[in-house]
């Protein structure tokens, strides 16, 4: 017998990856949303070429093919930023920032119901646990706009879930006994911890308060450690850290704005350019800042924002890697090493322990009561920070869920649950 399609969904709008689920015959199931895989990377390409707008690898394989537009990544980093009421040009046009993640989530929609056979009016979607730190007013405009935005683009009923709650209730799904666990999502803007009890039987009750003991988030992820990797290994050779004439060092911040991803257009205007030029003649090293001229002439910053990425995501199962980096120079390479990646992004692991601790200190939860980790999110695969979370925790059993998709799942559990 043919089920009607599900009008629930969960969505979970990443900073560096985007999923939709339903549920299908009682199980979560994540739809395919491009080229049959269940990520549509968080990714809009403005071709100026032939005008067209492409989302996902498809947009990011287009800018990297060198067609003239605009790239933008990172888009969830603008929600809770003060660039939101902002625009920004895109081939010669001012776009509101607010109207490109509307167009973004749009598109999620538009495939997803496409997939799904019918049309979807509810919607749970995944927040982290602060869009912003330590500014709640802030926190919650940036949940208004993703609620406002999910309404222009159709959805009719829209609540919001924790995304490290969804993947915990996707876990449950999964499991035969009880369990107290800590959630950690380690994703490409934020991560995000959940302290909860879980068993086949919690899950059956709609209100899930009185087994929720704890959550807490910093915005600390794998956008911030390709910042730091590019600052440490990169940018360098570009002139970051080098003297001018004067002996003064060069001004970091175009350097900061590239090794970021969503900002790395700010590089691209011509006072930027014509500023850089004059640096140039009063630079020690002047064939360094000439690369950094040749990357604006050539719009190149989200490619070496993505050899950088590349290089990161490489050492978590290398000790040593590899930047090409002919496109910029012919020849050019950098070697980088666990090592010096580990050195270069202790700070943002201390925070992130620091996190973890506040966590069970300001809940009272004893770090040996906590039976499992469940580890989820794409910078959970980064190996110091991996074990740095789990030397926290001492009798827990780590365990591994699908880090790109349990969340999503988990939100579609929730929405069925809610919108029933
Ligand atoms: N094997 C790996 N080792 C280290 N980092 C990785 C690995 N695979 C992916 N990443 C990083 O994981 C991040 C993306 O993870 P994920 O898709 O979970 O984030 P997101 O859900 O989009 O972000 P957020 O939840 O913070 O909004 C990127 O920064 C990516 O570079
Ligand atoms: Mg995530």
């Given at each position: 017998m043919s089920h009607p399609a599900p009008r629930a969904c969960g969505i979970d709008f990443g900073t560096s990856n985007s999923t939709v689920a339903c549920m299908r015959a009682g199980a979560a199931t994540l739809l395919p949303l491009e080229d049959g895989r269940i990520t549509l990377p968080s990714v809009v390409f403005f071709n100026a070429e032939d005008d067209r707008t492409?989302?996902?690898?498809?947009?990011?394989?287009?800018?990297?093919?060198?067609y003239e537009g605009r790239l933008m990544r990172s888009l969830k980093s603008l929600l809770g930023s003060s660039l939101i009421d902002g625009s920004t040009e895109v081939n010669g046009r001012a776009l509101k920032f607010r109207e490109l993640l509307q167009q973004?989530?749009?598109?999620?929609?538009r495939r997803a119901t496409q997939e799904n056979g019918g049309d979807l009016e509810h919607v749970v979607i995944g927040r982290p646990v602060f869009f912003v730190d330590d500014d709640p007013v802030a926190d919650k405009q940036a949940e208004n706009t993703l609620a406002e935005i999910a309404r222009a683009v159709g959805f009719r009923d829209i609540s919001f879930q924790y995304e490290p709650i969804a993947a915990a209730f996707h876990y449950e799904t999964t499991i035969s006994d009880e369990q107290l666990v800590l959630v950690a999502d380690i994703g490409g803007g934020t991560s995000d911890f959940s302290v909860i009890r879980l068993s086949p039987t919690r899950a059956q009750h709609i209100d899930r308060q009185a087994d929720l003991?704890?959550?807490?988030?910093?915005?600390?992820?794998?956008?911030?450690?390709?910042?730091?990797?590019?600052?440490?290994s990169v940018?360098?050779?570009?002139?970051?850290?080098?003297?001018?004439?004067?002996?003064?060092?060069?001004?970091?911040?175009?350097?900061f704005n590239l090794a970021t991803w969503h900002t790395i257009n700010s590089a691209y205007t011509r006072q930027v350019y014509a500023e850089q030029r004059e640096l140039s003649l009063e630079a020690q090293e002047p064939d360094k800042v000439a690369r950094l001229l040749t990357l604006i002439d050539k719009r190149a910053g989200h490619w070496l924002a993505n050899e950088v990425e590349l290089g990161k995501i490489a050492l978590s199962d290398q000790e040593c890697a590899t930047l090409r980096l002919d496109y910029l120079q012919a020849g050019l390479a950098q070697g980088i090493t666990r090592r010096d990646f580990d050195a270069a992004t202790e700070p943002l692991v201390g925070r992130v322990e620091t996190t973890v601790n506040a966590l069970l200190r300001d809940a009272g939860i004893a770090a040996d009561a906590i039976d499992t980790i469940l580890f989820t999110g794409g910078s959970s695969g980064i190996p110091r920070l991996r074990e740095r979370i789990a030397a926290l925790l001492?009798?827990?059993r780590a365990v591994e869920c699908d880090p790109f998709g349990s969340i999503g799942a988990g939100l579609a559990v929730e929405a069925a649950r809610r919108y029933r």
């Open positions: 492409r989302f996902g690898r498809a947009g990011l394989n287009d800018y990297l093919a060198g973004f989530i749009a598109e999620l929609r003991l704890a959550n807490g988030g910093v915005h600390v992820g794998g956008t911030d450690f390709d910042r730091l990797l590019s600052l440490d940018m360098p050779l570009l002139g970051y850290r080098s003297r001018l004439k004067s002996s003064l060092e060069m001004p970091s911040n175009i350097f001492p009798q827990a």
